[in-house]
C-alpha cells in the first residue's frame, strides 16, 4: 500500500541554520502530498502543500518540491527560527478516487532550534 | 466556529467503561474524518464521512469502535470496553472538496485519552 518514510529525528540546529528534513513516499497512484506541522502544545496544521509533479509548495519561509523520479518531497528552509521547533509530518493522499483520501503520515521528525 | 472543534479536550476512563468523543467540523465542510495519534503507531486514519454515511471505515481497529454523524454536522466517535492500548489523542479533521486533489483537511485540536 502507500507509504511515506521521513528522516528520523529529533534534529537539533542552531538559529540560522539550513534545514533539510528527507521525506520520500511509495504510492500507486498520482498522489498530493503534504508537510504538516504540530507546535508543542498545538493541535496539526498544514505547513505546505503539492498536487503534482514539479510543483513547489510554500510557507513561512518553508519550501518543499514534488519530485516524481526521486518520489520524494523534502522540507527545506534556508534559515530556522527557535519559533520553528515543532513536529512535521510528511504526508500525502491519493488521489486516484472520486471519493475522499484518507492521508497516510510519516512517522514525524521532531526539530529543536537552539538560539 | 472558525475551525473544528473537539470535546472533550481530555478524558480519563477506567478499563472497560464506554467514551464517546465530539467532533464539530468547520461548517459546510461535508467530509469529516477521524484520526489517531499514539506514541507506539504514530497517525492512523480511522474513518471518513461523506454527508452523513461512512464509505470507508477501513482504519477502526476493533469493532469495539465504532461513529457516527448526524445532520452532516457533528459527529462522534464511541469506543466500547475501553482498553489501555486505546490511550492516544483522537484528531477530527473535515475539509470542503474531497473529490478534488486540491483539497485540504483542517484538523482540530484532539482529545488526549487515557485508560487506566
Redesign the interface.
Known sequence: GDSVTQMEGPVTLSEEAFLTINCTYTATG?P?LFW?VQYPG?????LL?A??ADDKGSNKGFEATYRKETTSFHLEKGSVQVSDSAVY?CAL?D?RY???????????TRLSIRP | GAGVSQSPSNKVTEKGKDVELRCDPISGHTALYWYRQSLGQGLEFLIYFQGNSAPDKSGLPSDRFSAERTGGSVSTLTIQRTQQEDSAVYLCASSLAPWKATDTQYFGPGTRLTVL
Open positions: 498520482y498530493s504538516y498545538e493541535g496539526l496544521q498544514l502543500k498536487t503534482k509530518f493522499t488521489g472520486s471519493s475522499a483520501s484518507k492521508i497516510i503520515f510519516g512517522s514525524g
